[in-house]
């Protein structure tokens, strides 16, 4: 099941000024969670060293109070992972530890470099040695080989040289540093806690924390918090701001903040835009939980439609499960969702789900559907539909595993065995956003704004 939905890169955390740093860092990464479920790792500093752990897992199963004693110091940076660039392994595990001219600095990274190999390259040329395959770790290298002695100049010196997307958090040993690429890819936050300096991808680990949100930090901005302070710097040329569009959708949980609204305002105001460009003669309209919950109400408030969850989805399913042969058919749906018959039987049912990608999921949805009576099943799309992959953070599948991009939208709705299928339009989508920022749009539209690796293909990854 989830390698047929797109996935985002990681989560990124970081606290300096505070005795609980590594326990803070914790509960923003629990809060995270939804942005990894591969690995976890936090690194912390008392000041004179940083102490690391990380494995593969979920926060709370590599985690434990014991290990987070060790932890100790006041000023921690942390990461949960799904891997884009770099397989699975420990070793790809987040933040990166590196030792270098008598100092220690560790990164933690969201987001995607697309000019990573040719860097990677160069590098290698020049002496360096990889330990793993994750993009991030080129960052460390371009830092370690700057001639500057100021470690702020070696790495902008070393951003300026990479392309693609990050939001990235470093910590030093008395030194905590954020930093967000000129385009502003991949969300970054900026909170207070105490006196405390907090930086986290979304503002859900800010709450869990008792933190207090600020602002958003700004792409191409670098956030500087020692025993001075804090101070900020803007090392980059300007440029046209890029922020991922999906964070709205899908990714991020409803309970953060982007612009002052939150998300799950934003997703009810995209389920009320797509009621009015693509409606449905519907007795129930019902989401597939849990993501596509604020659209649904938005969509059937609009259409005065009853709203109502026809299914219940499982929140007790393990990272993966055994996968059995075509002997008990669609065995990973029905793990993860349950029909209510007495909802469904024998109505129009308007179904509303954030994103399309393989279609896989989708056929499998209206078959359950219609197995528990179901007369008619309309689904609608609070997204345009996806066809190109995504190069900047995002996990997801190449072109020709994308639905929309191989097939007409008569040949998609056959193909998913809906009786109807709508999706949102971009202009639609672009109604809904806050206008105060530039977006990122490239899954819909193909407009690469930052470039695409050369000779690339999503499918040739780990």
């Avoid at 940076?77 to 660039?85: E, N």
């Avoid at 220690?104 to 987001?111: D, E, L, R, T």
């Avoid at 702020?152 to 008395?174: Q, W």
């Avoid at 090392?235 to 998300?263: H, M, Q, W």
Wanted: aromatic share 8%.
């Amino acid at each position: 099941m989830d390698g047929e939905i797109p996935h985002e890169a990681c989560g990124v955390v970081g606290i300096y000024g505070h005795p609980d740093a590594a326990k803070l860092a914790y509960l923003g990464l629990y809060a995270l969670q939804h942005r990894g479920q591969e690995s976890a790792g936090i690194v912390a500093s008392d000041g004179r060293q940083l102490r690391c752990y990380k494995n593969k897992g979920l926060v709370s199963e590599v985690f434990g109070k014991s290990r987070l004693d060790e932890l100790s110091g006041h000023a921690a940076i942390g990461h949960v992972r799904y891997s884009t660039t770099g397989s699975n392994r420990v070793v790809n595990a987040q933040p990166l530890l590196a030792n270098f001219r008598g100092r220690c600095m560790a990164v933690a990274h969201n987001g995607n470099l697309i000019n990573a190999a040719e860097l990677r390259a160069e590098v290698e040329a020049r002496g360096a040695i990889f330990m793993g395959t994750a993009d991030s770790e080129v960052i460390l290298h371009l830092i370690a080989q700057s001639q500057s002695a100021d470690f702020l100049e070696s790495l902008g010196t070393a951003l300026y040289r990479v392309k693609g997307a990050y939001s990235l958090v470093l910590l030093c040993e008395k030194q905590l540093i954020a930093v967000k690429d000129p385009r502003g890819f991949r969300p970054l936050c900026l909170g207070k806690l105490d006196g405390a300096t907090v930086v986290a991808s979304e503002s859900c680990a800010l709450d869990i924390m008792g933190a207090q949100l600020l602002r958003e930090i700004k792409p191409g901005e670098m956030i500087i918090a020692d025993e001075e302070g804090v101070r900020i710097r803007n090392p980059f040329p300007p440029a046209e701001e890029k922020f991922c569009v999906f964070e709205y959708i899908y990714y991020s949980k409803p309970d953060s903040a982007l612009n002052g609204r939150t998300i799950y305002e934003t997703r009810h105001r995209l389920g009320e835009q797509l009621a009015i460009e693509r409606p449905a003669a519907a007795d129930v309209v019902i989401p597939v939980p849990d993501s596509s919950n604020p659209a649904a109400i938005g969509y059937a408030k609009q259409l005065k439609v009853p709203f109502d969850l026809g299914l219940i989805r499982s929140h007790y399913i393990g990272r993966t499960f055994i996968e059995p042969d075509e002997g008990i058919r669609h065995f990973g749906a029905k793990l993860k969702y349950s029909p209510v018959r007495s909802v469904l039987e024998d109505k129009r049912v308007a179904v509303v789900d954030d994103s399309i990608v393989r279609g896989t999921t989708s056929v499998k949805i209206v078959e359950m559907l219609r197995h528990a009576g179901a007369r008619e099943i309309h689904l609608r799309v609070t997204a345009p539909p996806w066809k190109h992959p995504c190069f900047y953070g995002i996990d997801t599948p190449s072109e020709k595993e994308l639905i929309a991009n191989q097939h007409d939208h008569e040949d998609m709705c056959r193909r998913i065995g809906c009786d109807s299928l709508g999706f949102l339009s971009i202009e639609g989508l672009m109604k809904v956003v806050p206008r105060t920022r530039g977006y990122c749009s490239a899954c819909f539209t193909g407009d690469y704004s930052a470039g695409r690796p050369d000779g690339f293909q999503k499918d040739m990854l780990e």
